[in-house]
Nanobody, 122 residues
């Protein structure tokens, strides 16, 4: 059974930093491209960032470029998202996702976690 479990969400003040993780089991982690998506209250789920199987390639959506860093540890089957200079508009439930293809599309992901809430206060 494939499981993706996010952790590390919480409340942080604007300008602060937070790191979230995604522990993956039930699949060969290094065979999958990974991504983070987020869904703010009342809005649709949106792509944030992606990383290739080996970690050699990353892609960031413009609103988070230069502030967020995606990384992975294939030995630990874990995906990370370091978030710096957080803004209130970063408030959302953050989801990790695994996909056979390297894509920003929601429908391109094969497996999803249940999400972790990140709240940025002003």
């Amino acid at each position: 059974q494939v499981q993706l479990a996010e952790s590390g969400g919480g409340l942080v003040q604007a300008g602060g930093s937070l790191s979230v993780s995604c522990s993956v089991s039930g699949l060969i982690f290094s065979d999958y491209n990974m991504a983070w998506f987020r869904q703010a209250p009342g809005k649709e789920r949106e792509f944030v960032t992606a990383i290739s199987r080996s970690g050699s390639s990353t892609y960031y959506e413009n609103p988070v470029k230069g502030r967020f860093t995606i990384s992975r540890d294939n030995a630990k089957n874990t995906l990370y998202l370091q978030m710096n200079s957080l803004k209130p508009e970063d408030t959302a439930v953050y989801y990790c996702a695994a996909g056979a293809t390297y894509t920003t599309r929601i429908d391109g992901m094969d497996y999803w976690g249940k999400g972790t809430l990140v709240t940025v206060s002003s």
